[in-house]
């Protein structure tokens, strides 16, 4: 009637079983196995223990900010507006990859986005209102000095009114 009988399907587990095959697959995986760990023992390896130090994990040392510098120490003040640079460069990409999450999350929650995704744009919108607080309203082209400048406006401002919040 179609059916298997039990001498069939003992024939047909037994060729998984049979030393023949697992000899043959075996010999097959030793023969790939054997030129990978060859490759990898002596060319990859070595270059990689050669070449320690990656550029993409360099580490700049914190140098002193402007309101730290001489009034007429140029390099100072250049070190100063390269670790504004580099600063902002990192605090633009927070903000990004927190606004992707926020539009990620709200895409995928669909109507339960209001509870669900709350923690996650209460991030971005804190992360959002410090950096426009630091960097915004500035042209790019701006030095650390006058981030200090508007830092200290800043300041002096919520010094004066202190029943006004800015953010």
């Known amino acids: 009637m179609g059916g298997h009988t039990d001498d069939e399907k003992s024939t047909e587990s037994s060729s998984l079983t049979d030393p023949k095959y697992q000899n043959l697959a075996l010999g097959l995986f030793r023969t790939i196995d054997r030129g990978v760990t060859y490759f990898r023992e002596n060319v990859v390896l070595p270059r990689q223990s050669k070449n320690k130090e990656k550029f993409y994990h360099r580490q700049f040392r914190r140098v002193p900010t402007a309101d730290q510098c001489d009034f007429q120490d140029h390099v100072c ?21 927190l606004r992707q999450r926020k539009i990620e999350c709200l895409a995928w929650e669909g109507p339960d986005r209001d509870y669900k995704c709350r923690q996650i744009i209460q991030e971005y919108e804190d992360a959002a209102t410090n950096w426009f607080i630091k960097y915004g309203d500035m042209k790019t082209y701006k030095s650390s000095v006058e981030a200090y400048m508007k830092q200290k406006h ?12 800015l953010h």
């Open 154 to 165: 800043r300041l002096i401002w919520e010094r004066r009114n202190p029943d006004k919040k």
């Open 77 to 97: 003040i250049y070190e100063a507006d390269q670790q504004f640079v580099r600063d902002k460069m990192v605090d633009s990409n927070i903000v990004k990859i």
